[in-house]
């Protein structure tokens, strides 16, 4: 288990203060998961991504008090944002892969209701590197994933979203097109967002962006390390941009993400 940041527990000694005194008794359980238990968390870039199982069906009061926490929480801590699920306690140990309807936020506000599904990598990280911050640690929590359904659901996801996301990057005059050259977030998004890809169809488990990118670096061609050392410099606090040329990388880029897509989906066959 790693240990919490103190900047986060800052954050959610805030947070738990609002709900003890606005909602008390609502929260019966609360785990943090994604970086953090990955020791990977890093300041002003990272969520603290956390699932709250709650004792009682949140009604609309209760919504418009939640978003008040969350909105306060986000306006006192700007780079920490809370990103995460409020689950019934009757519904974490049934979950299916159809999934049950539960509260999101994100970026500080609500999202409105998405399905929190069994086969989901968010379940599969809760159960395997969830923290328990309150209430019954992780391992007496009734979660079972299957791995082959999560693998399925990852190719989709492959091939529908981050397949359009680096088409539309080479559309112009596009956003995204115009992002690979001028920002690095953009360069980082894609990169190593494809790499945890890869990572996870090989070795059936997930890692952090910072872990991908070391990951890919010891399994793709050389050809590749530059562009992968470059998306990694915003989490690694590298100032020295590796390229001379905003061109060459934007195409660097691009050429990556055709490869490791390919490179993905011969894995997953």
């Known amino acids: ?8 527990n800052v954050v959610l000694d805030t947070y738990f ?12 359980s609360f785990y ?8 990977a968390f890093k300041n002003g870039f990272s969520d ?28 006192k801590f ?19 892969e159809e999934g049950n309807l539960c509260i999101r936020f994100n970026d500080g506000k609500f999202q409105g209701l998405h399905k929190f599904k069994i086969n989901s990598i968010d379940a599969f990280q809760l159960k395997k590197y969830g923290i ?11 979660i079972s994933v299957n791995w082959d359904t999560i693998q399925t659901n990852m190719r989709d996801n492959l091939n529908s979203y981050w397949l359009s996301w680096l088409k539309n990057s080479k559309k112009f005059p ?38 991908a990118g070391e990951y890919v670096l010891e399994a793709v061609p050389k050809r590749w390390h530059k562009i992968i050392k470059e998306s990694m410099r915003l989490r690694t606090d590298n100032k020295k941009s590796y390229y001379k ?11 990556y993400m055709e490869f490791m897509i390919k490179e993905c989906n011969k894995l997953i066959r």
């Not at 288990?1 to 986060?8: A, L, S």
């Not at 203060?17 to 019966?28: E, F, G, M, R």
């Not at 040329?245 to 934007?250: E, M």
């Open 245 to 255: 040329s905003i061109f060459t990388r934007r195409k660097d880029a691009i050429d």
């Open 174 to 211: 596009t956003v995204k097109y115009l992002s690979l050259f001028v920002s690095l977030r953009s360069i980082e998004w894609g990169i190593l967002g494809v790499s945890r890809l890869y990572y996870t169809f090989k070795e059936k488990d997930i890692t952090s962006k910072v872990g």
């Open 1 to 8: 288990m790693k240990e919490i940041p103190k900047e986060i």
């Open 17 to 28: 203060h609002y709900l003890d005194v606005k909602l008390p008794n609502l929260i019966h």
């Open 132 to 142: 328990a911050v309150r209430g019954l640690n992780i391992d007496h929590v009734d």
């Open 48 to 75: 603290i991504d956390f699932i709250a199982v709650v004792k009682r069906k949140v009604s609309d009061d209760d919504l418009i008090i939640l978003k008040e926490i969350h909105k306060d929480v986000h306006r």
């Open 78 to 96: 700007p780079n920490s944002i809370l990103d995460g699920w409020y689950i019934l306690n009757e519904d974490i140990e049934s979950l299916n």
């Open 32 to 39: 943090l998961y994604g970086s953090i238990t990955l020791g």
